[in-house]
Structure formats: structure tokens, C-alpha cells
């Protein structure tokens, strides 16, 4: 059974009072520990600022993608989207889908997430020619469980070997996922971003 699911599937009082490994942040100078990458991608995505929703199956993948609108009032509102797929998939929500970039939020897929950052990775199969810069600051990522590999190494051998024909162009990361307070020479050219993770359990 994957993290995710142990750490979303409802729990006996035994069991929550126990403490989970990663429910103590630890500090980004302390040690590496040999973690599963479903863990270690959990613990970076936070420290990143994003948020985090698990999904048990496609019901509950729509179901949070709704409480995302709601929240954010992004009914009836415009959406950026390059892949026709996504928005035959989410369709019944009266969103206006398009591929201008002057938009409520951007809405994609992704290609892989990366563990030992916490970075979604992503290409032109989901913004065609864009950049991140181009798009709304507020972004809803679509994944699965299957997408997690431990390192970007592991991500761009990942998109070669998926696509030996053409490999796609604009290959890129989102890892900053909320405004830096203060600008300094540690995060000078990164783009931050207000980030919606919406995860399927698909193993």
C-alpha cells in the first residue's frame, strides 16, 4: 500500500495518536535519510508551498477539482488548457476553456513529479510554447501516483522514452509554489506560483 494511502485511509484512535515520519518537518540542513520517494516527494511539495489533494479514484478526483472552483469562486470563469483530454474530462463544470493565457488559473497534466524536490515536471505537451511566466499564478496540476520517480534524471529519460519518435520541446519544472516575501540572490529567475496538486491513486 502506497504512503498516500496509508497516510488518507481513515484510521483507528491507535492509530492517530501515533506520530507519523513526516508529520515532524525536518530541516532542509539536516542529513538526507533513505526515504520512499512517495514520502520524500510529500515532504518537498510542502516545504515548496504547494497544496496537496489525494484522490482514491476518479470520483473523489472530480470531486476535489469541484472544492478547488468553490473555493477559489472559478465557476463559469476562464481556464487555460492546451490538452483537449483534460477538457473533455472536466467538462461539466461551465469553465471556458482556452488557450490564451489571460485566464483565472492554468489547468494541465503533468509529465513527472519529482521526489527529491518536490517539483511537478512538465513539457510541451502541456504548454505547448508558453512559459511559466506567461500563465496565471494560479495553477491546477492533474497527476498520478505512477508519475513519481525519484530524481529529474529520472524524469527526462522518463519523457525520452516515452516519446523516441519526437521528444518534446520546453521542458521545464514548477517548484516554487508561493510568493517569495523577499527577493534574494537564492531565488532571483524562479517563478512562483499558487499550486493545486490533484493526485490519483493509480497503483
Known amino acids: 500500500m502506497s504512503l498516500f494511502r496509508r497516510l488518507f485511509s481513515r484510521k483507528s484512535k491507535s492509530d ?10 525536518r530541516s532542509k540542513y ?18 515548496n508551498g504547494g497544496k496537496f489533494l489525494y484522490c482514491d479514484n476518479e470520483s473523489e478526483l472530480q470531486e476535489s477539482f469541484d472544492n478547488i472552483l468553490l473555493e477559489n469562486d472559478w465557476y463559469e470563469k476562464k481556464v487555460c488548457c492546451f490538452e483537449p ?29 519529482i521526489a527529491d524536490t518536490g517539483a511537478i515536471l512538465i513539457c510541451s505537451n502541456q504548454l505547448s510554447e508558453k512559459k511559466l511566466s506567461e500563465l496565471s499564478d494560479n495553477i491546477v496540476i492533474v497527476s498520478s501516483t505512477s508519475q513519481l520517480v525519484g530524481n529529474i534524471s529520472e524524469g527526462l529519460k522518463g519523457i525520452k522514452e516515452k516519446n523516441k519518435n519526437a521528444i518534446p520541446s520546453n521542458i521545464t519544472t514548477i517548484k516554487n509554489f508561493e510568493p517569495q516575501k523577499e527577493k534574494d540572490f537564492l531565488s532571483y529567475g524562479s517563478i512562483s506560483k499558487n499550486l493545486y496538486l490533484l493526485l490519483l491513486e493509480d497503483l
Open 30 to 47: 539536516m542529513p538526507e535519510v533513505n526515504l520512499p520517494i512517495d514520502e520524500q516527494f510529500m515532504i518537498n511539495f510542502k516545504r
Open 85 to 113: 483530454s483534460l477538457e473533455s474530462k472536466f467538462q461539466g463544470y461551465n469553465l471556458e476553456f482556452t488557450q490564451h493565457t489571460t485566464t483565472d488559473f492554468y489547468f494541465a497534466t503533468c509529465e513527472y513529479l
Open 16 to 25: 492517530q495518536t501515533s506520530k507519523s515520519p513526516i508529520a515532524d518537518d
